[in-house]
């Protein structure tokens, strides 16, 4: 067990809709990363915040936002979902104060299924 | 081309075997390379972290960086049914800055076999 706790483990949701991911980090942990996983796409860094706030941004789609709350947990936001945003997001936390997420542990995932 | 490009496998060896993982990546300002470990419905555990051209040894698995030709290698030793699972790898420009977010391959399947 990582210490990392996602909420849902599983969601099914209509094209269209929205869906909110939850994620506790370890405790200690002032970084959280989310990251969604596909088939096609692989492992891909959506977003990292740091302590509330938002330090770094990769992939994430204008449809997609995120926020860290003072208590350090943080959610994705889905909106307008579409087919292909089927995937396994996952969220990750670490202790560093730096950007850099080598040492981030995983927690295990949100499979998000649009249909 | 993509940035991480990995074998896409799956790969099935018998127990005991020495199993080579092997990635290449397209952009020479990648500085740290890692190795994560996923087993199915689970998220990924870091395995080996190095830094730059050389190797890395942790038990039976040993980290290779050749910069210069801009690929990496996970060798396995001894390889254990428990080691079946998913392994990524993955690198950064830097650990600090906007630059620090993690390029992940698309992971390769081993299966080791009893």
């Known amino acids: 067990d990582s210490g990392v706790t996602q909420t849902p483990k599983h969601l099914i949701t209509a094209t269209g809709q929205r869906v909110t991911l939850r994620c506790s980090p370890r405790?200690?942990?002032?970084?959280v990363y989310w990251y969604q996983q596909s088939l096609d796409q692989g492992l891909q860094f959506l977003i990292h915040?740091?302590?509330?706030?938002?330090?770094a941004k990769g992939n994430i789609l204008e449809r997609f936002s995120a926020q860290q709350f003072p208590d350090l947990h943080s959610e994705l936001n889905l909106s307008s979902l579409e087919l292909g945003d089927s995937a396994l997001y996952f969220c990750?936390?670490?202790?560093?104060?730096?950007?850099?997420?080598?040492?981030?542990?995983f927690g295990q995932g949100t499979r998000l299924t649009v249909v | 081309q993509k940035e991480v490009e990995q074998d896409p496998g799956p790969l099935s060896v018998p127990e005991g075997a020495i199993v080579s993982l092997n990635c290449t990546y397209s952009?020479?300002?990648?500085?740290?390379f890692m190795w994560y470990r996923q087993y199915s419905r689970k998220g990924p555990e870091l395995l080996m972290y190095?830094?730059?051209?050389g190797n890395k040894e942790d038990g039976r698995f040993t980290a290779q960086v050749d910069k210069s030709s801009k690929y990496i290698s996970l060798f396995i030793r001894d390889s254990q049914p428990s080691d079946s699972a998913t392994y990524l790898c993955?690198?950064?420009?830097?650990?600090?800055?906007?630059?620090?977010?993690?390029?992940f391959g698309k992971g390769i399947t081993l299966s080791v076999r009893p």
């Open positions: 990750a936390s670490s202790v560093e104060a730096q950007v850099a997420n080598t040492e981030a542990f």
């Open positions: 405790s200690g942990d002032l970084s």
């Open positions: 915040y740091y302590n509330g706030e938002e330090r």
């Open positions: 952009n020479s300002a990648f500085q740290y």
């Open positions: 190095t830094y730059s051209s």
């Open positions: 993955a690198m950064i420009f830097s650990r600090n800055g906007a630059n620090s977010k993690l390029t």
